[in-house]
Nanobody, 116 residues
């Protein structure tokens, strides 16, 4: 399974970005799909996740601003980020859990920079 992220970039505070993560390769589908982020010197943290049934989870700091969604037909997970803040600056990674093998796969990361 290969994951390709896109949509990162530089944005002013208060702006929006939409991240996409497309899976390719051999798989039967995914359980949970999620977005993580990491800043230098800190641990990678889960930002949002969406289960195969559609249940979503968010960290408190992004609730009401970020929306995660998935399109199983396109093997894609999205993260709509609104009202961005400088503290959202990080490398964002997607992660998926393979339904058949139960194995996790990571994307290569995409940089999000929010200027104040």
């Amino acid at each position: 399974v290969q994951l390709m992220e896109s949509g990162g970039g530089l944005v002013q505070a208060g702006g929006s970005l939409r991240l996409s993560c497309v899976a390719s390769g051999s798989f039967f589908g995914f359980n949970t799909m999620g977005w993580y982020r990491q800043v230098p010197g800190k641990q990678r943290e889960l930002v949002a996740s969406v289960a195969n049934g559609g249940d979503t989870k968010y960290i408190d700091s992004v609730k009401g601003r970020f929306t995660i969604s998935r399109d199983n037909a396109k093997s894609t997970v999205y993260l709509q980020m609104n009202s961005l803040k400088p503290e959202d600056t990080a490398v964002y990674y997607c992660k998926v859990n393979d339904r058949h093998w139960g194995r996790d796969y990571w994307g290569q990361g995409t940089q999000v920079t929010v200027a104040s």
